[in-house]
């Protein structure tokens, strides 16, 4: 799944710099969206993120790719590798500036760990 984010003023800190808590945040969101669409119908927390290192700073106006793709199914779980991307819109050069791997466990209604669906089960599988 590609997906994309504008970082605007309200994404900095007070250095002018994309806040961390904001990738980490939309890493966090768009796991989660990569999950249920992967396998509708199923409740899905995350209880893992893998190192977190900021690669390289993202300034006012620039525009993140979001590259993510599932890595794994265990039993309860499913892990998806996030890669993070900044596009320069005058130059077209592309730079990594965070990667990580994402693991989210299937909950039942109770919140209990429950299987994830099969492949066959699964939309994108």
Same mark, same amino acid.
Request: glycine residues 8%; aromatic residues 10%; proline residues 2%.
């Given at each position: ?9 309200e994404?900095?800190? %007070?250095?002018?710099?994309?806040? $961390?808590?904001? +990738?980490?945040?939309? @890493? ?7 999950a *249920?669409?992967?396998?509708p119908?199923?409740?899905f ?9 900021? %690669?390289?700073?993202?300034r006012? $106006?620039?525009? +993140?790719?979001f590259? @993510? ?7 309860t *779980?499913?892990?998806?590798?996030v ?7 005058h130059?077209?050069r592309?730079?990594?500036?965070f990667?990580?791997?994402v ?6 209604q109770e919140?209990?760990?429950?299987s994830v669906?099969?492949?066959e ?5």
């Amino acid at each position: 799944m590609e997906t994309y984010r504008l970082v605007l003023p309200e994404h900095l800190n %007070h250095f002018g710099y994309l806040f $961390g808590g904001n +990738l980490l945040q939309w @890493v966090d969101e768009i796991s989660w969206i990569a999950a *249920s669409l992967d396998y509708p119908g199923s409740n899905f927390v995350t209880v893992a993120m893998d190192r977190v290192e900021f %690669h390289k700073s993202v300034r006012d $106006g620039s525009i +993140l790719r979001f590259d @993510v793709r599932r890595t794994r199914v265990g039993n309860t *779980s499913v892990q998806y590798a996030v890669e993070v991307f900044c596009d320069d819109i005058h130059t077209g050069r592309e730079d990594t500036v965070f990667n990580t791997g994402v693991t989210m466990v299937c909950l039942d209604q109770e919140g209990n760990k429950t299987s994830v669906p099969r492949d066959e089960e699964a939309r994108n599988g």
